[in-house]
């Protein structure tokens, strides 16, 4: 799919002004880009992974996981910040070990919240195969939906209350990480686009380090190079829009007054 960029001559006026009030030289060259996007997954492989970090090139298949299977019970906060997965594919060390010692996966597969890491269950997660668990997504067809990615709105979802998925896995303390929400709005005025951040929707799902101080400043207008190439490159809004959740195709999602 392709996406052409157009930007309307107020906009591009108005932002030039502005641009040159705070000493910055925006691109206004480009008037007409186009963005080119790999077709998309089909919604119920949107999020799936195999990880083969530390099973490649050995006799054991990779691990299959599914965000949207798992994102129904859980946060991402959980996982991604409790049990410590980084948040990129094959850049955390998972051993055999260590999920039988009750970590990573281990931490649920243990038999009782889900099933453990005996003989019978080993194909489970080293099949290959990344649409293990496919015929479960059906099951999500009375969620809210949306336009893009896994088709489901997962804000909606939570604040309508379909799903509550936990923020913890084991550690049940309640942290200033998920209890303090910040409702900020940046505009980001002296670029073309106006991209809307809301701390209250991310909150739902994320803990603080999750975003700062690795992706994001602690202080507005203060994260250097957040532009929207970079994004599509996965860096910024694009560590998770475009893999997790909702694509960055979706534009008006982020962009509600974008001209075309
Ligand atoms: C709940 C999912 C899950 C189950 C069940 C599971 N594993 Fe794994 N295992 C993983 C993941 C994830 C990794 C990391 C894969 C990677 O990085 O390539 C892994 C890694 C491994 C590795 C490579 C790392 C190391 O420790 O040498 C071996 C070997 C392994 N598993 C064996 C097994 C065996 C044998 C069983 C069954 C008794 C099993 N696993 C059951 C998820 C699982
Ligand atoms: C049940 C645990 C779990 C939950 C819940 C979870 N993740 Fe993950 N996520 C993982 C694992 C495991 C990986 C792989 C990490 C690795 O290979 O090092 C991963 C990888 C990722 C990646 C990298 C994917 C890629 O293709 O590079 C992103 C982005 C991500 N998660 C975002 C999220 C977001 C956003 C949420 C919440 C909506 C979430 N995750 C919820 C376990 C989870
Ligand atoms: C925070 C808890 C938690 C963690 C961590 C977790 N799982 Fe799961 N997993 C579950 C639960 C609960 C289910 C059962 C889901 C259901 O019945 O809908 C499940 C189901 C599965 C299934 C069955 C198919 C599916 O998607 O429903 C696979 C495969 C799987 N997990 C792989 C993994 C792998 C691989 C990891 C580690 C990389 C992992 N899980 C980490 C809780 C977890
Ligand atoms: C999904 C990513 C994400 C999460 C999670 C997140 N933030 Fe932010 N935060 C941002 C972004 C983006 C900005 C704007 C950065 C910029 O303008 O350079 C920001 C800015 C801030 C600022 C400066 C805002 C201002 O008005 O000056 C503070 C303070 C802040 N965040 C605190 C928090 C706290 C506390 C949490 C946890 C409750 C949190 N953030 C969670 C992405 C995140
Ligand atoms: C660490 C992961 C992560 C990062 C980084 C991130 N987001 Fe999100 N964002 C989420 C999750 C999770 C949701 C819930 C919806 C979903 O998963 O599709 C969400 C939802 C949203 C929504 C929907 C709000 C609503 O009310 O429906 C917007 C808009 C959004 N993000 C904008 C941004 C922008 C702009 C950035 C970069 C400045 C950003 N996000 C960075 C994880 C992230
Ligand atoms: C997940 C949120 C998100 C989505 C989805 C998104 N953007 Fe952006 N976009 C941003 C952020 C953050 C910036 C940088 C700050 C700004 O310009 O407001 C940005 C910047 C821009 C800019 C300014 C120039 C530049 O390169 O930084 C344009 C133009 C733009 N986006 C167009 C688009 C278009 C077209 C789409 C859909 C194909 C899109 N965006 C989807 C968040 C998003």
């Not at 670029?191 to 994320?206: I, K, T, Y």
Request: net charge positive.
């Amino acid at each position: 799919m392709i996406i052409k960029v157009k930007n309307s001559v107020t906009v591009r006026v108005l932002a030039l002004c502005i641009a040159i009030l705070l000493g910055v030289i925006p691109e206004v060259s480009s008037e007409v880009r186009y963005w080119r996007f790999p077709p998309q997954p089909e919604p119920e492989r949107y999020g799936n992974i195999l990880i083969d970090r530390a099973t490649s090139g050995t006799q054991i298949k990779a691990a299959t996981f599914s965000h949207w299977s798992h994102r129904v019970h859980y946060t991402c906060r959980a996982c991604h910040t409790e049990l410590g997965f980084k948040l990129a594919l094959n850049t955390t060390l998972i051993t055999e070990d260590a999920n039988k010692n009750g970590e990573f996966c281990g931490a649920c597969h243990d038999g009782k919240t889900a099933f453990g890491h005996t003989a019978d269950n080993c194909d489970k997660c080293h099949n290959g195969d990344i649409d293990y668990g496919r015929e479960k997504f059906e099951s999500l067809s009375h969620l809210p939906s949306a336009a893009y990615g896994n088709y489901i709105d997962w804000v909606h979802a939570v604040e309508e209350k379909y799903i509550a998925p936990m923020h913890y896995v084991k550690d049940n303390r309640k942290t200033f990480t998920t209890s303090r929400k910040l409702a900020i709005t940046p505009k980001w005025k002296y670029v073309l686009a106006n991209a809307l951040f809301s701390h209250e929707v991310h909150g739902m799902w994320l803990g603080c380090t999750n975003c700062h101080p690795d992706i994001f400043a602690y202080e507005f207008r203060k994260t250097e190079s957040l532009r929207m190439l970079n994004n599509l490159k996965g860096q910024f809004c694009g560590t998770c829009h475009g893999k997790v959740s909702f694509p960055l195709i979706d534009c008006r999602r982020c962009h509600p007054d974008i001209h075309f």
